[in-house]
Protein backbone atom coordinates (compact mmCIF):
# COMPACT_ATOMS: atom_id res chain seq x y z
CA UNK A 1 0.00 0.00 0.00
CA UNK A 2 1.17 3.45 -0.70
CA UNK A 3 1.68 5.80 2.19
CA UNK A 4 -0.85 8.50 2.79
CA UNK A 5 0.79 12.06 3.32
CA UNK A 6 -2.62 13.69 2.94
CA UNK A 7 -3.47 16.50 4.22
CA UNK A 8 -7.35 15.35 4.08
CA UNK A 9 -8.28 12.57 6.03
CA UNK A 10 -4.74 11.22 7.77
CA UNK A 11 -3.88 8.11 7.82
CA UNK A 12 -5.01 5.49 10.90
CA UNK A 13 -2.55 3.33 13.13
CA UNK A 14 -2.41 -0.27 11.34
CA UNK A 15 -3.68 -1.70 14.57
CA UNK A 16 -6.65 0.24 14.59
CA UNK A 17 -7.42 -0.65 10.81
CA UNK A 18 -7.00 -4.81 11.58
CA UNK A 19 -9.18 -3.76 14.15
CA UNK A 20 -12.03 -1.78 12.38
CA UNK A 21 -11.87 -4.54 9.94
CA UNK A 22 -12.87 -6.98 12.10
CA UNK A 23 -15.70 -4.37 14.00
CA UNK A 24 -17.11 -3.92 10.31
CA UNK A 25 -17.18 -8.09 10.40
CA UNK A 26 -18.72 -8.65 13.98
CA UNK A 27 -17.86 -6.89 16.95
CA UNK A 28 -16.40 -9.47 19.46
CA UNK A 29 -19.02 -8.63 22.24
CA UNK A 30 -22.20 -8.25 20.48
CA UNK A 31 -21.30 -10.69 17.11
CA UNK A 32 -23.26 -7.94 15.16
CA UNK A 33 -21.36 -5.89 12.04
CA UNK A 34 -20.68 -2.38 13.54
CA UNK A 35 -22.72 -1.02 10.49
CA UNK A 36 -25.72 -2.77 11.81
CA UNK A 37 -25.64 -2.17 15.36
CA UNK A 38 -28.40 0.31 16.78
CA UNK A 39 -27.00 3.67 18.46
CA UNK A 40 -29.57 2.78 21.59
CA UNK A 41 -28.15 -0.37 22.12
CA UNK A 42 -26.09 -0.73 25.50
CA UNK A 43 -23.28 -1.44 24.07
CA UNK A 44 -23.02 1.93 22.25
CA UNK A 45 -24.06 3.62 25.26
CA UNK A 46 -21.06 2.26 26.67
CA UNK A 47 -18.78 2.68 24.41
CA UNK A 48 -19.96 6.43 23.99
CA UNK A 49 -18.81 6.74 27.72
CA UNK A 50 -15.53 4.68 27.39
CA UNK A 51 -14.88 6.89 24.52
CA UNK A 52 -15.56 10.16 26.89
CA UNK A 53 -13.80 8.71 29.82
CA UNK A 54 -10.35 7.95 27.80
CA UNK A 55 -10.52 11.20 26.13
CA UNK A 56 -10.84 13.07 29.61
CA UNK A 57 -8.16 11.03 30.86
CA UNK A 58 -5.72 11.43 27.96
CA UNK A 59 -6.18 15.47 28.12
CA UNK A 60 -6.63 15.96 32.21
CA UNK A 61 -10.11 17.33 32.01
CA UNK A 62 -11.19 18.90 34.85
CA UNK A 63 -15.17 18.38 35.29
CA UNK A 64 -15.56 22.03 34.57
CA UNK A 65 -15.63 21.16 31.14
CA UNK A 66 -18.13 18.91 29.07
CA UNK A 67 -17.19 16.94 25.98
CA UNK A 68 -19.58 16.53 23.21
CA UNK A 69 -19.55 14.00 20.09
CA UNK A 70 -21.40 15.90 17.25
CA UNK A 71 -21.45 16.25 13.95
CA UNK A 72 -21.67 18.33 11.20
CA UNK A 73 -17.43 18.74 11.01
CA UNK A 74 -15.39 21.81 11.87
CA UNK A 75 -17.63 23.89 9.42
CA UNK A 76 -20.64 23.58 11.87
CA UNK A 77 -18.99 24.83 14.70
CA UNK A 78 -17.75 28.21 13.02
CA UNK A 79 -21.50 28.87 13.29
CA UNK A 80 -22.53 27.35 16.40
CA UNK A 81 -19.90 28.68 18.74
CA UNK A 82 -20.88 32.68 17.18
CA UNK A 83 -24.44 31.49 17.87
CA UNK A 84 -23.71 30.77 21.14
CA UNK A 85 -20.97 33.52 22.63
CA UNK A 86 -21.78 36.49 19.95
CA UNK A 87 -25.55 36.44 18.94
CA UNK A 88 -26.98 39.13 21.31
CA UNK A 89 -24.22 39.60 23.68
CA UNK A 90 -23.64 43.42 22.97
CA UNK A 91 -19.70 42.67 22.38
CA UNK A 92 -17.31 41.93 19.63
CA UNK A 93 -15.79 38.71 18.88
CA UNK A 94 -11.88 38.57 17.92
CA UNK A 95 -10.76 36.70 15.30
CA UNK A 96 -7.16 36.10 13.94
CA UNK A 97 -7.01 35.47 10.35
CA UNK A 98 -4.43 32.66 9.50
CA UNK A 99 -4.80 31.08 7.00
CA UNK A 100 -7.33 29.58 4.86
CA UNK A 101 -9.66 27.40 7.44
CA UNK A 102 -9.27 30.58 9.89
CA UNK A 103 -10.67 32.75 7.16
CA UNK A 104 -13.32 30.96 6.67
CA UNK A 105 -14.81 30.62 10.40
CA UNK A 106 -14.99 34.61 9.92
CA UNK A 107 -17.86 35.02 7.98
CA UNK A 108 -20.78 32.89 9.53
CA UNK A 109 -19.58 34.50 12.66
CA UNK A 110 -20.32 38.02 11.39
CA UNK A 111 -23.95 36.56 11.12
CA UNK A 112 -23.96 36.63 14.63
CA UNK A 113 -22.82 40.31 15.87
CA UNK A 114 -19.76 42.51 15.38
CA UNK A 115 -16.37 40.81 14.34
CA UNK A 116 -12.99 42.41 14.64
CA UNK A 117 -10.06 40.76 13.03
CA UNK A 118 -7.22 41.34 15.44
CA UNK A 119 -4.44 40.09 12.89
CA UNK A 120 -4.97 39.52 9.26
CA UNK A 121 -1.65 37.18 8.71
CA UNK A 122 -2.62 38.00 4.64
CA UNK A 123 -1.56 41.62 5.07
CA UNK A 124 1.82 40.28 6.31
CA UNK A 125 3.70 40.08 3.39
CA UNK A 126 3.33 36.94 1.05
CA UNK A 127 0.71 34.92 1.94
CA UNK A 128 -0.29 33.81 5.17
CA UNK A 129 3.45 31.94 6.02
CA UNK A 130 3.53 33.23 9.72
CA UNK A 131 1.53 34.00 12.65
CA UNK A 132 1.61 36.83 15.67
CA UNK A 133 3.83 36.95 18.69
CA UNK A 134 2.08 37.87 22.21
CA UNK A 135 2.78 41.35 21.37
CA UNK A 136 1.27 41.89 18.68
CA UNK A 137 -1.98 41.56 19.23
CA UNK A 138 -4.23 44.07 20.88
CA UNK A 139 -6.43 42.01 22.72
CA UNK A 140 -9.45 43.66 24.63
CA UNK A 141 -10.60 42.27 27.77
CA UNK A 142 -14.09 43.58 26.67
CA UNK A 143 -14.31 41.21 23.55
CA UNK A 144 -17.08 38.12 23.34
CA UNK A 145 -14.64 35.81 22.84
CA UNK A 146 -11.02 35.63 20.92
CA UNK A 147 -10.98 32.84 18.20
CA UNK A 148 -8.25 31.23 16.41
CA UNK A 149 -7.12 28.17 14.41
CA UNK A 150 -4.09 26.33 16.26
CA UNK A 151 -2.68 24.35 13.08
CA UNK A 152 -3.44 26.11 9.64
CA UNK A 153 -3.82 23.00 7.69
CA UNK A 154 -3.44 24.36 4.39
CA UNK A 155 -0.43 26.53 4.95
CA UNK A 156 1.29 24.42 7.72
CA UNK A 157 1.53 27.13 10.34
CA UNK A 158 0.96 26.08 14.18
CA UNK A 159 0.93 28.16 16.86
CA UNK A 160 3.57 26.90 19.66
CA UNK A 161 1.77 29.63 22.42
CA UNK A 162 -1.40 30.43 23.28
CA UNK A 163 -2.51 33.74 22.15
CA UNK A 164 -5.28 36.12 24.17
CA UNK A 165 -6.10 37.73 27.71
CA UNK A 166 -6.55 34.66 30.66
CA UNK A 167 -9.69 36.66 31.44
CA UNK A 168 -11.12 36.23 27.90
CA UNK A 169 -13.03 33.68 26.86
CA UNK A 170 -10.69 31.49 24.41
CA UNK A 171 -12.04 29.47 21.15
CA UNK A 172 -10.30 27.30 19.69
CA UNK A 173 -10.41 25.29 16.03
CA UNK A 174 -8.00 22.50 16.88
CA UNK A 175 -9.07 20.03 14.17
CA UNK A 176 -5.69 19.30 12.60
CA UNK A 177 -3.38 19.05 15.86
CA UNK A 178 -5.81 18.06 18.38
CA UNK A 179 -4.52 15.31 20.75
CA UNK A 180 -0.74 15.40 18.80
CA UNK A 181 0.56 17.88 21.94
CA UNK A 182 -0.35 18.31 25.59
CA UNK A 183 -2.16 21.69 26.50
CA UNK A 184 -3.70 23.05 29.40
CA UNK A 185 -7.68 23.12 28.86
CA UNK A 186 -8.55 24.93 31.89
CA UNK A 187 -6.93 28.30 29.61
CA UNK A 188 -9.62 27.26 26.66
CA UNK A 189 -13.29 27.88 27.07
CA UNK A 190 -14.71 25.71 23.94
CA UNK A 191 -12.57 23.64 21.57
CA UNK A 192 -13.62 22.21 18.82
CA UNK A 193 -12.25 18.94 16.61
CA UNK A 194 -12.90 17.32 13.79
CA UNK A 195 -12.04 13.53 13.80
CA UNK A 196 -10.16 13.09 10.14
CA UNK A 197 -6.64 14.04 10.57
CA UNK A 198 -5.63 12.55 14.70
CA UNK A 199 -8.43 10.64 15.63
CA UNK A 200 -10.30 8.82 13.09
CA UNK A 201 -12.33 9.04 10.43
CA UNK A 202 -14.80 11.97 9.32
CA UNK A 203 -18.44 12.06 10.88
CA UNK A 204 -17.60 13.25 14.25
CA UNK A 205 -16.26 16.16 16.15
CA UNK A 206 -15.14 16.23 19.33
CA UNK A 207 -16.19 19.58 21.55
CA UNK A 208 -14.51 20.43 24.88
CA UNK A 209 -16.71 23.76 26.30
CA UNK A 210 -16.81 25.01 29.62
CA UNK A 211 -20.40 23.57 31.90
CA UNK A 212 -20.79 27.86 32.65
CA UNK A 213 -20.74 29.05 28.91
CA UNK A 214 -23.92 26.77 28.73
CA UNK A 215 -26.11 28.62 31.41
CA UNK A 216 -27.08 31.25 28.65
CA UNK A 217 -29.41 30.08 26.00
CA UNK A 218 -28.46 31.38 22.93
CA UNK A 219 -31.65 32.70 21.70
CA UNK A 220 -33.96 31.73 18.54
CA UNK A 221 -31.73 28.75 17.65
CA UNK A 222 -33.34 25.10 16.05
CA UNK A 223 -32.50 22.29 19.32
CA UNK A 224 -30.07 20.79 16.92
CA UNK A 225 -27.87 23.62 17.41
CA UNK A 226 -27.75 23.98 21.05
CA UNK A 227 -25.05 22.06 22.95
CA UNK A 228 -26.73 21.90 25.87
CA UNK A 229 -29.23 19.19 23.93
CA UNK A 230 -26.20 17.52 22.94
CA UNK A 231 -25.36 17.22 26.49
CA UNK A 232 -28.32 16.10 27.96
CA UNK A 233 -29.27 13.42 25.66
CA UNK A 234 -24.85 12.19 26.10
CA UNK A 235 -23.94 12.98 22.51
CA UNK A 236 -26.56 10.74 21.42
CA UNK A 237 -29.22 13.37 20.42
CA UNK A 238 -29.80 11.68 17.15
CA UNK A 239 -28.34 8.72 14.86
CA UNK A 240 -24.19 9.61 15.77
CA UNK A 241 -21.92 8.25 13.16
CA UNK A 242 -21.52 4.60 15.44
CA UNK A 243 -18.66 3.44 13.33
CA UNK A 244 -16.68 6.74 13.26
CA UNK A 245 -17.20 7.05 17.35
CA UNK A 246 -15.53 3.32 17.30
CA UNK A 247 -12.76 3.84 15.73
CA UNK A 248 -12.16 7.32 17.70
CA UNK A 249 -12.44 4.67 20.80
CA UNK A 250 -9.54 2.71 19.23
CA UNK A 251 -7.29 5.61 18.49
CA UNK A 252 -7.81 6.72 22.36
CA UNK A 253 -7.04 3.38 23.14
CA UNK A 254 -3.81 2.99 21.14
CA UNK A 255 -2.86 6.69 21.99
CA UNK A 256 -2.66 5.36 25.64
CA UNK A 257 -1.78 1.80 25.28
CA UNK A 258 0.76 2.06 22.10
CA UNK A 259 2.12 5.23 22.48
CA UNK A 260 1.73 6.31 26.09
CA UNK A 261 -0.19 9.73 25.72
CA UNK A 262 0.32 12.80 24.71
CA UNK A 263 4.12 13.77 25.68
CA UNK A 264 5.17 10.85 23.93
CA UNK A 265 2.89 11.42 21.42
CA UNK A 266 4.61 15.10 21.08
CA UNK A 267 7.76 14.25 21.17
CA UNK A 268 7.44 11.53 18.47
CA UNK A 269 5.44 13.98 16.36
CA UNK A 270 8.67 16.77 17.05
CA UNK A 271 10.99 13.97 16.04
CA UNK A 272 8.93 13.56 12.38
CA UNK A 273 8.77 16.84 11.65
CA UNK A 274 12.45 17.93 12.91
CA UNK A 275 13.03 15.15 10.11
CA UNK A 276 11.07 16.43 7.37
CA UNK A 277 12.07 20.59 7.87
CA UNK A 278 15.63 19.10 8.15
CA UNK A 279 15.97 18.07 4.77
CA UNK A 280 14.61 20.85 3.44
CA UNK A 281 17.21 23.08 5.23
CA UNK A 282 19.75 20.67 3.89
CA UNK A 283 18.89 21.87 0.14
CA UNK A 284 17.84 25.51 0.03
CA UNK A 285 18.78 25.19 -3.68
CA UNK A 286 15.59 22.41 -4.14
CA UNK A 287 13.13 23.14 -0.94
CA UNK A 288 11.22 26.28 -0.17
CA UNK A 289 9.48 26.05 3.16
CA UNK A 290 6.58 27.78 3.41
CA UNK A 291 6.24 28.68 7.13
CA UNK A 292 8.33 30.93 9.36
CA UNK A 293 10.35 28.88 10.68
CA UNK A 294 9.37 29.75 14.39
CA UNK A 295 5.56 29.14 13.22
CA UNK A 296 6.82 25.47 11.43
CA UNK A 297 3.89 23.19 11.83
CA UNK A 298 4.49 19.75 13.40
CA UNK A 299 0.80 18.38 11.14
CA UNK A 300 1.59 20.00 7.52
CA UNK A 301 5.28 20.39 6.10
CA UNK A 302 3.81 22.93 3.65
CA UNK A 303 7.37 23.46 0.61
CA UNK A 304 7.67 24.43 -2.65
CA UNK A 305 10.28 23.82 -5.16
CA UNK A 306 12.08 26.40 -7.13
CA UNK A 307 9.23 25.65 -10.50
CA UNK A 308 6.24 23.88 -11.40
CA UNK A 309 7.55 21.92 -13.46
CA UNK A 310 9.84 20.54 -10.91
CA UNK A 311 6.93 19.81 -8.59
CA UNK A 312 5.14 18.23 -10.86
CA UNK A 313 7.98 15.74 -11.49
CA UNK A 314 8.63 15.49 -7.35
CA UNK A 315 4.88 14.60 -7.10
CA UNK A 316 4.79 12.10 -9.84
CA UNK A 317 8.38 10.36 -8.73
CA UNK A 318 7.15 10.44 -5.24
CA UNK A 319 3.94 8.90 -6.36
CA UNK A 320 5.61 5.72 -8.07
CA UNK A 321 8.03 5.64 -5.14
CA UNK A 322 4.87 4.94 -2.86
CA UNK A 323 4.53 7.98 -1.28
CA UNK A 324 0.20 9.40 -2.04
CA UNK A 325 -0.95 12.77 -0.90
CA UNK A 326 1.56 14.94 -1.23
CA UNK A 327 0.25 17.74 -3.30
CA UNK A 328 -0.75 20.66 -1.90
CA UNK A 329 -3.94 22.35 -1.05
CA UNK A 330 -5.76 23.43 -4.12
CA UNK A 331 -5.97 26.89 -3.08
CA UNK A 332 -1.86 27.71 -2.18
CA UNK A 333 -0.38 24.57 -4.75
CA UNK A 334 3.47 23.58 -3.52
CA UNK A 335 4.08 20.71 -1.78
CA UNK A 336 2.43 19.40 2.08
CA UNK A 337 3.19 16.53 3.95
CA UNK A 338 0.76 16.01 6.45
CA UNK A 339 2.16 14.17 9.41
CA UNK A 340 -0.53 13.44 11.68
CA UNK A 341 -0.42 10.90 14.70
CA UNK A 342 -1.08 7.75 13.19
CA UNK A 343 1.80 8.31 10.50
CA UNK A 344 4.83 6.42 11.54
CA UNK A 345 8.47 7.56 12.59
CA UNK A 346 9.85 4.95 10.20
CA UNK A 347 7.26 6.43 7.22
CA UNK A 348 8.45 9.95 7.62
CA UNK A 349 11.89 8.71 7.68
CA UNK A 350 11.48 6.83 3.90
CA UNK A 351 9.95 10.14 2.62
CA UNK A 352 12.72 12.13 4.07
CA UNK A 353 15.33 9.67 1.94
CA UNK A 354 13.07 10.06 -0.54
CA UNK A 355 13.32 14.26 -0.43
CA UNK A 356 17.61 13.62 0.12
CA UNK A 357 17.53 11.22 -3.07
CA UNK A 358 15.34 13.98 -5.07
CA UNK A 359 17.80 16.56 -4.04
CA UNK A 360 21.04 15.00 -5.25
CA UNK A 361 19.65 13.39 -8.19
CA UNK A 362 16.65 14.23 -9.15
CA UNK A 363 14.78 11.03 -7.58
N1 LIG B 1 -10.68 23.69 10.44
C1 LIG B 1 -9.50 23.14 10.09
C2 LIG B 1 -8.26 23.53 10.83
C3 LIG B 1 -9.44 22.23 9.03
O1 LIG B 1 -8.27 21.67 8.69
C4 LIG B 1 -10.64 21.89 8.34
C5 LIG B 1 -10.62 20.94 7.22
O2 LIG B 1 -9.66 20.30 6.92
C6 LIG B 1 -11.84 22.49 8.75
C7 LIG B 1 -11.82 23.38 9.81
C8 LIG B 1 -13.16 22.11 8.11
O3 LIG B 1 -13.51 20.86 8.61
P1 LIG B 1 -14.78 20.00 8.17
O4 LIG B 1 -14.57 19.58 6.77
O5 LIG B 1 -14.80 18.85 9.14
O6 LIG B 1 -15.98 20.86 8.34
Redesign the pocket.
Known amino acids: NALNFSG ?1 PGALPAVVLAETRQAIEAVPEVGLSILGISHRSDWFAGLVEQTERDLRALLDLPDSHALLLLQG ?4 QFSMVPMLLLRGSGRAAEYLRTGY ?1 SA ?1 SIAPARLEGEVRVLWDGERQGSGFRRLPTADELACSPEAAYLHY ?1 S ?3 VEGVQFHHIPGLDGVRRVC ?1 M ?2 DFLSRPFDPERFDLIYA ?1 A ?2 NLGP ?1 GV ?1 LVVIRRTLLDRAPPGIPEILDYRAHLQARSIYNTPPVLAIYVVSRVLRWLREDIGGLERMDALNRRKAECLYGVIDRYPDVYEGWANPTDRSRMNVVFRLPTPEREADFLRRAESAGFSGLKGHRSLGGIRASIYNGMSLEAVERLAGFMVDFARHGG
Do not use: I, R
Open positions: GGATLWKVNETDSSHQKAT
